[in-house]
């Protein structure tokens, strides 16, 4: 990690990226606007495209049991296969750091309790994709159904409205 400042005279936080597929180009993209964190490491299960990942930004790309055990993560941005998402979030808990994950945060209800769970009992937190429940829009929503403005529900229907992500993933 670099000895950089950011605005606030503050040593960004270490973020290393577990799984550096499709989605990571627009992480990086994102994190490097940021100043109050900095990617100091990647991992990959293809060593091949880590090291691709980590050349191009300048920064090392390590063994995943290494970027958990590096002082200089301090959280970790899983972006591995969904069926990989728990058993991450767990090691890089057990490591001491904390964790944001892309969606989903585990494949079932009872490994992300276990993942929060021990997230809090670490004293560690804990986020994943997508956030956009947090959005203008679906909290709107969600305001209008508790406040009653619409009345009691009975049935919903939905509809996606774009070709989504089968139009530009390449797997």
């Known amino acids: 990690m670099s000895d950089s400042r950011n605005r606030k005279g503050e040593k960004p936080m270490g973020v290393g990226i577990i799984g550096v597929g499709n989605i990571a180009g627009q992480y990086f993209d994102t994190l490097e606007k940021?100043?109050?964190?900095e990617v100091v490491?990647?991992?990959?299960l293809d060593r091949g495209r880590a090291e691709a990942a980590a050349s191009a930004r300048?920064?090392?790309a390590l063994e995943v049991d290494e970027l958990l055990a590096s002082r200089d993560v301090g959280i970790v941005l899983n972006l591995t296969v969904p069926a990989a998402h728990g058993d991450v979030d767990l090691a890089a808990i057990g490591a001491g750091k904390h964790v944001y994950a892309e969606k989903p945060l585990a494949l079932s209800l009872a490994s992300g309790q276990r993942i929060i769970a021990q997230a809090q009992a670490a004293g560690l937190r804990v986020g994943s994709a997508p956030d956009t429940f947090l959005g203008m829009g679906l909290q709107t929503s969600l305001d209008a159904l508790t406040a009653g403005w619409i009345g009691q529900p009975f049935a919903?229907?939905?509809?996606?409205g774009t070709p989504g992500h089968e139009q530009w993933h390449p797997n």
């Open 156 to 160: 919903a229907s939905a509809f996606w």
């Open 34 to 37: 940021l100043d109050a964190v």
């Open 41 to 44: 490491a990647v991992a990959d």
């Open 58 to 60: 300048k920064i090392p």
